[in-house]
């Protein structure tokens, strides 16, 4: 057998086995219990994908490559020892725009050198290449949102024709490169410069309330556009990933946006969540505030309380003092469950992640259908930073927003907790009529300290 091909076996095996490795962690994901396990079976699929890679006939630059792949990697390493668990959304955000950049550059390589003859490989380059840049920039956009660089939504009369135009010149160009009518440099580059406008234009708009469903799309675009550009590598690895990446965070981001009970296209271009617009309507009545010492004799004499997590336990990072306070509630013979909204925090899962650092154990972790019908059994229901996934209007107020969103029903337990910082309205700018209802009680302050005297208060019981 010759030893090229020998090693064409050898490198198309591996990549089999690649697309194995990153099917098992996918699946293994898909559970909290297993998650940990399948970013592990994934991370090694790569690892074994990039070792072979150096054994590609026509490999060179080596001294260029391996130095970079260390860099690269231990940047990772480093930030991702450090990045606290309230900044994990725009670092996910932040990791998606540059896998999209990736994509892109692959693409602007392969476009300036102008070698592939034929239709598909310079269209699959250009089709990466538009996808891969409007992924890079609107991840650079959505970050800046999450990190607080870019406080309000930037839109204008005519905006939603700009993007459309742009949009279409993009095809335009990257038509006549593909076809070889004018694939010359400078159209090139007006192509990503194009995409890379595209990008911003288009999430600059969003509002802070729907990024979840923005990183999700964002994910699926950085995914389908590496897919791409393994068809024009004839990288099959890249292929395979791409397109588990893109197919998962597809089917993602229908989820969040059903979740939302919003189509994707009103999350891209309504406007809601803007932060800097508030969208409060009507409520009566008044916020009636409470002491912890009297929700925790209130806690320690239920029988059934459910927590209710959202951001302002993640900004205070009191998910640690809050399952110290459920173990003492157990301890004491309380049925405590936490309930789960799939759109709560700023990312897919945010809420999970931050459990899971804590230590709660999966079983008493429940989603939104899970949970639902067990509110009206509650003696207490502890909200902690949550808002519009709580606030019940999403089901009688038809000029609301967010009326029609699957919403947990926590304003049916017998007694409600609101654990929060001010009085202001959330991060979308919907005041929330849940505050006001007559079985709710404010505990205003910091989550980790209202957490810390409820431990006490419970403790003095």
């Excluded at 970079?68 to 231990?74: D, K, Y």
């Amino acid at each position: 057998m010759p030893a090229w091909l020998s090693v064409d076996l050898l490198i198309q095996a591996s990549y089999f086995l690649t697309a194995a490795l990153f099917i098992i962690g996918l699946k293994r994901m898909s559970s909290p219990l297993s998650a940990r396990s399948g970013i592990l079976w994934a991370g090694a699929g790569m690892l074994v994908a990039t070792l072979i890679t150096f054994l590609y006939p026509g490999m060179s630059n080596y001294e260029l490559i391996v130095p970079a792949m260390f860099v690269g990697a231990g940047i990772a390493w480093w930030s991702g020892k450090r990045v606290a668990m309230t900044d994990m959304p725009q670092m996910i955000a932040l990791y998606n725009g540059m896998g999209g950049g990736a994509a892109a550059a692959i693409a602007a390589v392969e476009l300036y050198r102008g070698e592939a003859q034929g239709y598909a490989i310079p269209t699959l380059a250009v089709a990466g290449g538009i996808i891969g840049a409007i992924s890079f920039s609107g991840s650079a956009i959505a970050f800046g949102k999450l990190q607080g660089l870019i406080n309000s939504s930037f839109r204008f009369s005519g905006q939603q024709f700009l993007n459309l135009l742009l949009l279409l010149v993009a095809v335009v160009i990257g038509g006549m490169i593909a076809s070889h009518y004018d694939p010359s440099p400078m159209m090139v580059t007006a192509l990503f410069v194009v995409a890379l406008v595209l990008g911003l234009s288009m999430t600059l708009p969003i509002g802070g309330a729907d990024m979840p469903v923005v990183i999700s799309l964002y994910n699926a675009l950085t995914g389908l556009a590496v897919a791409f550009e393994g068809f024009v590598l004839n990288n099959a690895a890249m292929i395979i990933a791409g397109t588990v990446v893109g197919s998962a965070g597809t089917l993602l981001t229908q989820l969040m946006a059903r979740a939302m009970n919003r189509s994707l296209g009103n999350v891209l271009f309504s406007g809601f969540g803007d932060t800097g617009a508030a969208a409060t309507g009507e409520v009566s009545g008044a916020l009636k505030p409470i002491e912890a010492s009297d929700v925790g004799v209130m806690m320690a004499f239920a029988q059934k309380v459910i927590i209710v997590p959202g951001y302002g336990m993640a900004v205070a990072q009191a998910q640690h003092k809050i399952w110290e306070l459920c173990q003492l509630l157990i301890d004491r013979g309380v049925n405590v469950k936490f309930a789960i909204h799939p759109v709560a925090g700023r990312m897919p899962g945010h809420m999970n992640v931050l459990l899971a650092e804590a230590g709660v154990p999966y079983d008493l972790i429940a989603d939104l259908d899970e949970i639902n019908a067990e509110f009206e059994n509650a003696d207490v229901a502890l909200i902690i930073g949550a808002n519009d996934v709580v606030n019940p209007v999403a089901r009688t107020d038809k000029s609301s927003p967010i009326y029609g969103m699957p919403i947990l029903n926590a304003d049916k337990a017998k007694n409600v907790i609101v654990i929060k910082r001010g009085k202001g309205a959330g991060f979308s700018g919907i005041e929330n009529a849940l505050f006001y209802l007559d079985n709710t009680r404010m505990l205003y302050g910091d989550a980790q300290k209202a957490a810390a005297e409820l431990i006490q208060a419970v403790k003095a019981v």
